[in-house]
């Protein structure tokens, strides 16, 4: 199946039938307001890579100022990235990942 995405244009959504209405109940089903609905015993449980990038999203502990120095260092073209730190930080992450697998 192929779907033509056009700008400003949204595709129809698909209807959504409730848990709670029965398919054979027909038109009567339909009719029932939201507040009839009852409440199921579904729950979620938010994992820690989940908030963390909720407060990642967020822009929790990001060093707002230290953004704004390197930003205007790469505008200037004055910017010169250790290339050594930042291979160490890689092996770094690649040993704390492989160390879960």
Known sequence: MTTTIKPGIQAPQ???QLRT????AGSAAS????SSVRPSDDS???T???KALDAASRGD???SKRVDEIRSKLADGTYKPDAQ???SKF???EGQIGSKA
């Open 14 to 16: 698909p209807q959504v």
């Open 21 to 24: 209405q029965n398919p054979a």
């Open 31 to 34: 009719t029932q307001s939201a």
């Open 44 to 46: 979620v449980k938010i």
């Open 48 to 50: 820690d890579s989940a």
């Open 61 to 63: 502990g990001i060093d």
């Open 85 to 87: 730190a930042i291979a």
């Open 91 to 93: 092996l770094a992450m």
